[in-house]
């Protein structure tokens, strides 16, 4: 199964936050690669037109306030 956009995000910002964690990233140098991840998600969601641009920015701004679960449940309401 191909993977979505936004489950390709959420992959990576997850790999991005541990390498934070272990490295000395700084605060900015984070900020730049997440902004990265989330136009390359962009161009991911328009070539898959699966999903608006509303939802994909409403679902990453709740995850930079730290609430990975509703991620998840995005993710699983739009497998069905």
Same mark, same amino acid.
């Given at each position: $199964? +191909?993977? #979505?956009?936004?489950?390709?995000?959420?992959?990576? /910002?997850? !790999?991005?936050? @541990?390498?934070? %964690?272990?490295?000395? $990233? +700084?605060? #900015?140098?984070?900020?730049?690669?997440?902004?990265? /991840?989330? !136009?390359?998600? @962009?161009?991911? %969601?328009?070539?898959?037109?699966?999903?608006?641009?509303?939802?994909?920015?409403?679902?990453? /701004?709740?995850?930079?306030?730290?609430?990975?679960?509703?991620?998840?449940?995005?993710?699983?309401?739009?497998?069905?």
């Amino acid at each position: $199964m +191909k993977q #979505s956009a936004v489950e390709w995000f959420y992959n990576e /910002l997850k !790999e991005l936050i @541990k390498q934070s %964690e272990l490295t000395e $990233m +700084k605060p #900015s140098e984070f900020d730049d690669r997440e902004t990265k /991840l989330l !136009e390359q998600g @962009k161009e991911m %969601e328009k070539e898959q037109q699966g999903y608006n641009e509303e939802e994909v920015i409403e679902i990453l /701004l709740t995850f930079r306030a730290e609430n990975p679960r509703y991620i998840e449940e995005f993710i699983e309401q739009f497998k069905k």
